[in-house]
Nanobody
């Protein structure tokens, strides 16, 4: 039974930083791609960043230069370091894990609020 547990959300002032974590467990199949998506209030879920097993990354234009995605393959964990946060970064952040057998799972979501 696959489980994705997210942590690290919270309230931060503009210009501040947060780090999100997502730990995957419960499967013997290898993980290929791990990533983060976010959903702002009243809007659809959007891509933020992804990373493959070798460390190659992709970022949405809106977060380039501010966010950094990383992973620890030994721990099956993906991280998102968010720097220079803006009010428009506010939303629910979901981790996503894609397995070698084409199964895809989502975390429970972590609220990130950027406000003064």
């Amino acid at each position: 039974q696959v489980q994705l547990v997210e942590s690290g959300g919270g309230l931060v002032q503009p210009g501040g930083s947060l780090r999100l974590s997502c730990a995957a467990s419960g499967s013997l199949v290898s993980i290929t791609i791990m990533g983060w998506y976010r959903q702002a209030p009243g809007k659809e879920r959007k891509f933020v960043a992804t990373i493959n097993r070798s460390g190659s990354t992709n970022y949405a234009d809106s977060v380039k230069g501010r966010f950094t995605i990383s992973r620890d393959n030994a721990k099956n964990t993906v991280y998102l370091r968010m720097n220079s946060l803006k009010p428009e970064d506010t939303g629910v952040y979901y981790c996503n894990v894609y397995y070698a057998d084409y199964r895809n799972y989502w975390g429970q979501g972590a609220q990130v609020t950027v406000s003064s």
